[in-house]
Nanobody, 125 residues
Framework: QVQLVESGGGLVQAGDSLRLSCAAS????????MGWFRRAPGKEREFVAA????????EYADSVKGRFTISRDGAKTTVYLQMNSLKPEDTAVYSC??????????????????WGQGTQVTVSS
């Protein structure tokens, strides 16, 4: 069974940092672009960041540029989202996704082959 499992969420204060992880199991995701999305209460899901299959290209939402960094390990089975200088407006459920190409993840309506269940990030002021 193919799974993407997120971890690393929690409750932090504004200005703190968190690192989210997305671990793949059931198959190799080395050939997939990976992305992070978030959904805040009462809002639509929004794109956060994406990384190409080889880590050579990255994309970020304007709201997180300069604060968040997406990366993937050498074996390409885990994707990370380093979140610094967190703000209360970053509070959301963060989910990872896998797609055939980074272009599919940054579309207005992303097209992903696999989605994780999500991990809660809460930033208090």
């Amino acid at each position: 069974q193919v799974q993407l499992v997120e971890s690393g969420g929690g409750l932090v204060q504004a200005g703190d940092s968190l690192r989210l992880s997305c671990a793949a199991s059931g198959r190799t995701f080395s050939g997939y672009a990976m992305g992070w999305f978030r959904r805040a209460p009462g809002k639509e899901r929004e794109f956060v960041a994406a990384i190409s299959w080889n880590g050579g290209s990255t994309e970020y939402a304007d709201s997180v540029k300069g604060r968040f960094t997406i990366s993937r390990d050498g074996a390409k089975t885990t994707v990370y989202l380093q979140m610094n200088s967190l703000k209360p407006e970053d509070t959301a459920v963060y989910s990872c996704a896998a797609a055939n190409a980074i272009a599919y993840l940054i579309r207005t309506v992303p097209v992903a082959s696999y989605w994780g269940q999500g991990t809660q990030v809460t930033v208090s002021s």
